[in-house]
């Protein structure tokens, strides 16, 4: 890996102001690492049961929309690998059930010249997932030479172009809203994750029940829940209470 090429294409990301340029960037660096398309995808939870996804895509004209179309995000295997893993996968790496719906997807894959490639995955505090993908439609001898050359890279690329995404987003500035959460609220609230009573919570920081409840139902305001379950999980969710580091 070329420290001084990565210390230049991190200077570049970070004076992306749009998506557009950040596209651009993913494709000098697909065509620069030998791989012939990419894909970055972050997945930004709304709801438990919803999502929006922003995309860079490189990809084949026609194959995101199939893959959408299909659903084959329900079995596919380098999704499965990126939503449980913090590390690379190498697409010849992954051990495929003969006939399984996740071994069609692949199949289906390289019908569009998605033959081989290379996956990174980050996950953030806020929750959402990303996924750089860099791919190749080539012999598997070559597509594994390619790929091991730029591992390395593109474990460091992911990171920055992670960050460089939510940035030119706004996802950041969404965050530090008006849903931030005071201290004490913060506290009422981690408690109540773990499952304590507003009486439990007020001996435990040593304040009344009503203030505790007073907390508890700014946190269900601010966040426009309807009760301190539906506010542990939606704050949760938007990285607003976290465990304790220690």
């Known amino acids: 890996m070329d420290l001084q090429l990565m210390e230049v294409l991190t200077q570049r990301l970070a004076a992306s102001t749009t998506l557009d340029d950040l596209r651009a960037l993913c494709r000098e660096e697909c065509a620069r690492l030998g791989f012939h398309s990419f894909v970055y995808a972050l997945r930004v ?28 995000f ?10 449980s ?5 190498r697409w010849s790496d992954l ?23 290379l996956t990174m995955p980050v996950h953030s505090p806020q929750g959402e997932l990303g996924i750089l993908s860099f791919s190749l439609d ?23 172009l992670h960050e460089a995404v939510c940035r030119v987003s706004g996802l950041r500035q969404h965050n530090a809203s008006e849903t931030d959460l005071s201290a004490r609220e913060s506290e009422c609230l981690r408690w109540a994750a773990d499952g304590k009573t507003s009486g439990e919570i007020a001996q435990l920081l040593s304040v009344s029940e009503s203030t505790v409840n007073f907390h508890l139902n700014n946190t269900m305001q601010k966040l426009d829940v309807i009760n301190r379950q539906h506010a542990v999980a939606k704050a ?11």
């Open 74 to 83: 329900e079995a596919d295997p380098v999704m499965a690998h990126c939503a």
């Open 45 to 72: 939870p709304t709801q438990f049961t919803e999502a929006r996804v922003i995309m860079l895509d490189g990809y084949p004209e026609g194959w995101v929309k199939r893959y959408f179309e299909a659903a084959h």
């Open 236 to 246: 949760a969710m938007q990285g607003l209470i976290r465990p304790k580091p220690f």
């Open 138 to 160: 080539s012999s598997p001898d070559e597509a594994r030479a390619v790929c091991g050359r730029a591992i390395a890279h593109v474990h460091l690329l992911a990171s920055y």
């Open 85 to 89: 893993h913090i590390v690379p996968l």
């Open 95 to 117: 051990s495929l059930e003969p006939g399984s719906h996740a071994e069609r997807v692949m199949h289906e894959a390289a019908t569009f010249g998605l033959r081989d490639g």
